[in-house]
């Protein structure tokens, strides 16, 4: 079985400052990995994801995240916010194959302008 | 380019009533995943379908039931409803032929039960 943790519920930020989300995952086997965004009121829109090769991903709208398997971490970056990346994020796994997403509890990121 | 549809996207019903939401995966697409997203909580895996067959279960009340058809298109059927069974229910679907095995979801159906 796998789990997901993000360590952090909200995540207060100023307008263009960087940002980090963390989250830390535990599985028996090899994963893959996601981050997917929730606007209000909307659907789960993908950011980026792992699945194998270079460690460090590219998403849209600017964000990266960093696959750490020593660490099981993926943390999720932006060198620079906007008030439009006000959101929801979570952090997902999946086993090999088309198999489930199992979520994190979700990271609120605020823009504070 | 063409998305998951869900329908309908607001459904209000009482206790102790019945609930069928729809969901038509992305053309060629051959699994459909089932969520449950409640108030202020992440997604909750419920059930998913490959090529038309029950491929996992997870948390589904057996009140629940679910099925795809031959057109790929899955429903969600919900009896006996309860106030706890108010939430955002997301359908997302999947290619097993495409090696990223990335699930695009639909825009949910909120499911109000009073």
């Known amino acids: 079985a796998q789990s997901v943790t993000q360590l952090d519920s909200q995540v207060p930020v100023f307008e263009e400052a960087p940002v980090e989300l963390r989250c830390n995952y535990s599985?028996?086997?090899?994963?893959?990995l996601f981050w997917y965004v929730q606007y209000p009121n909307q659907g789960l829109q993908l950011l980026l994801k792992?699945?194998?090769?270079?460690?460090l991903v590219k998403g849209i709208n600017g964000f990266e995240a960093e696959f750490n398997k020593s660490q099981t971490s993926f943390h999720l970056r932006k060198p620079s916010v906007h008030i439009s990346d006000t959101a929801e994020y979570f952090c997902?796994?999946?086993?090999?194959?088309?198999?489930?997403?199992?979520f994190g509890t979700g990271t609120r990121l605020t823009i504070i302008p | 380019a063409a998305g998951v549809i869900q329908s309908p996207r607001h459904l209000i019903k009482e206790k102790r009533e019945t609930a069928t939401l729809k969901c038509y995966p992305i053309?060629?697409?051959?699994?459909v995943y089932w969520y449950q997203q409640g108030p202020g909580q992440d997604p909750q895996f419920l059930i998913s379908?490959?090529?038309?067959?029950?491929?996992d279960k997870g948390s589904i009340p057996d009140r629940f039931s679910a099925q795809q058809f031959s057109d790929y298109h899955s429903e969600l059927n919900m009896s006996s409803l309860e106030l706890g069974d108010s939430a955002l229910y997301f359908c997302?679907?999947?290619?097993?032929?495409?090696?990223?095995?990335?699930?695009?979801f639909g825009p949910g159906t909120r499911l109000t039960v009073t």
């Open positions: 997302a679907s999947s290619s097993s032929h495409r090696v990223t095995y990335e699930q695009y």
């Open positions: 792992y699945l194998s090769g270079s460690t």
């Open positions: 599985s028996s086997v090899s994963v893959y």
């Open positions: 379908f490959y090529e038309k067959m029950q491929s």
């Open positions: 997902a796994v999946s086993g090999f194959g088309n198999e489930k997403l199992t």
């Open positions: 053309p060629r697409h051959d699994t």
